[in-house]
């Protein structure tokens, strides 16, 4: 049986269907693994084939996320734990390693508030790829200063900067 879904909003991991009466099975790609969250776009067209024990994606989907690192929407992943602590410039260098990239602070922000456990993770302000306005500061986040104005704390909205020298962890991000 082929069937086209028409997804009125983003899925979240490993979805499901039940159709005509069947059980819920789940939607799979072609290579038999789960979706990722954000693989089914709203308003967008999904073709699927249903073998008999899944439904099986046949239409294009985003690029799935590296091991180690967790699907935030349809356009990244981010790494499910903060590398060790390295300068600002090694932890670009090593994020660029792995094939992926120092995360922006919208995605890291984003990671935070979105995905349940992601700041019981957080040990420490994370490095995240934002300048300061100057040469001698490189954005923070997870600890520091409320943008709301509340004070210092720690949280998925408190940030700072740091010297690019200092050591702190960092998360990679990585586009699908």
Request: glycine share 14%.
């Amino acid at each position: 049986m082929i069937i086209t879904v028409l997804s009125l909003e983003a899925n979240a991991a490993a979805p499901t269907l039940a159709l005509n009466g069947l059980s819920a099975h789940p939607i799979v790609k072609g290579d038999g693994l789960a979706l990722d969250a954000g693989d089914l776009r709203p308003g967008v067209p999904a073709r699927m084939i249903f073998d008999g024990d899944a439904f099986q994606l046949i239409s294009a989907t985003f690029l799935g996320c590296p091991s180690g690192y967790v699907s935030v929407s349809n356009t990244y992943c981010i790494a499910d734990q903060p590398g060790k602590a390295a300068t600002f410039y090694d932890a670009i260098a090593a994020c660029g390693a792995q094939g992926g990239r120092l995360c922006t602070i919208s995605e890291w922000s984003h990671a935070c508030s979105s995905l349940a456990w992601f700041f019981g993770t957080v040990t420490q302000a994370e490095w995240v790829d934002h300048a300061a306005n100057n040469n001698t500061g490189a954005k923070l986040v997870g600890a520091g200063i409320d943008g709301g104005g509340i004070g210092e704390g720690s949280g998925c909205e408190f940030g700072g900067q740091s010297p690019p020298t200092n050591l702190f962890p960092y998360r990679c991000c990585y586009n699908r």
